[in-house]
């Protein structure tokens, strides 16, 4: 019975085995799953909008070539995640129509504007950076694709984390005008860095039941904090400042503590009224409209493909 299916389930868990398609397993894992990844796919998709504005402006050859792998590689990790989600029985057709109707969630980050050339490189050592310690985490989960896809992912995006870190610490030593921009950068991405983890643990809804299944392996304040400990020090020591004067580095813990988030803005972005989610939508509509008959030629060559074989 249900019982003693799911002791099975979470014995499972708890010896470190992987729960795999086929397996059994309860709709609210399924659910939260789903949910999860396919939010994460969206927030793949979405997030190559406030970089690849910047393609054509690259100033050298050399950057723009860095910025288009990193871009084509978010592309692909929304594959990935899709593919993941499909795989407990969500179809990328329904997925992508929520997207489409504003009905699904995609991280807050990728809300905010890319006004200088530093935000490019902000982006690849602060958002990166906070992705790569939430997927490392999440690296650890207990799904078997998800777990998998993160290892890869992961993988990618440590060479987008190394790309931006070294861009800003060029400017930070660059010329003044270099450094006000890249200050001006950090300053505008530090706090949407922070909220990406999403909201303090007391205020997590779903994080109680991800833990307890492996989903997460961290709490959103722990991600948070490995994320501060690692980047406010590098941050400082390339000479630039932290726009929150409550930062201070705590002895006692080894922690670097932060002031108080922002978090009516957070609510405000996450629902839909940040500075760019109306952008950022009508340009995922519009890229899926043109898209159409890619769909339609893809349709028409598997079905030809199938009159043939039966023939
Ligand atoms: N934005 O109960 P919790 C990337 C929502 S990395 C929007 O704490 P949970 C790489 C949350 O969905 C970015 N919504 O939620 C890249 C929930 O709403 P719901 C994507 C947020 O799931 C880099 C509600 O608030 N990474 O794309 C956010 O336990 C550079 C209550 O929150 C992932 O998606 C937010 N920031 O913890 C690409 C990783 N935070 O669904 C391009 C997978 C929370 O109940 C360039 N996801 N909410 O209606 C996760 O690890 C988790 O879902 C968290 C949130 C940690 C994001």
Redesign the pocket.
């Known amino acids: 019975d249900y019982n003693e299916r799911l002791a099975e389930f979470e014995a499972r868990i708890k010896r470190g085995e992987k729960i795999e398609p086929g397996d059994w397993m309860p709709e609210e894992y399924r659910r939260?799953l789903i949910?999860?990844?396919s939010?994460?796919a969206h927030?793949?998709v979405v997030?190559?909008l406030?970089?690849g504005a910047w393609i054509t402006r690259a100033p050298t050859l050399k950057r723009k070539m860095i910025l288009v792998a990193?871009v084509q590689d978010?592309a692909g990790?929304g594959q990935y995640l899709y593919h993941a989600a499909e795989t407990l029985g969500v179809s990328r057709e329904a997925m992508l129509e929520a997207l489409l109707a504003g009905k699904a969630?995609?991280?807050?980050?990728?809300n905010y504007p890319t006004l200088t050339w530093a935000d490019i490189g902000t982006?690849?050592w602060l958002?990166?950076g906070?992705?790569i310690k939430?997927?490392t985490?999440?690296a650890a989960c207990s799904y078997g694709p998800y777990s998998r896809a993160m290892v890869r992912i992961c993988a990618e995006?440590t060479f987008?984390h190394k790309q931006g870190k070294e861009m800003v610490l060029l400017y930070a030593k660059g010329t003044p005008k270099q450094r006000q921009m890249a200050q001006d950068a950090i300053n505008r991405w530090w706090w949407p860095a922070l909220?990406?983890?999403?909201?303090h643990d007391q205020?997590?809804?779903?994080?109680e039941v991800?833990v307890r299944w492996g989903i997460?392996t961290k709490t959103?304040d722990q991600?948070r904090q490995e994320f501060i400990n690692e980047h406010a020090p590098e941050i400082l020591e390339a000479g630039l400042t932290l726009p929150d004067p409550d930062l201070r580095y705590d002895e006692k813990t080894g922690n670097w503590l932060h002031g108080p988030i922002n978090w009516d803005e957070?609510w405000q972005?996450?629902n839909g009224n940040g500075p760019m989610n109306k952008e950022r939508l009508e340009a995922r509509r519009r890229a899926h409209a043109e898209g159409a008959w890619v769909r339609e030629a893809l349709e028409a060559y598997a079905a030809k493909r199938q009159r043939t074989a039966v023939a």
């Open positions: 939260q949910r999860m990844i939010q994460h927030s793949e997030g190559m406030p970089e990193k978010e990790h969630k995609y991280s807050s980050i990728f982006i690849g958002v990166d906070a992705a939430n997927q985490m999440l995006e987008h909220m990406m983890m999403g909201p205020d997590s809804p779903n994080t991800l997460k959103n991600v957070f972005v996450v």
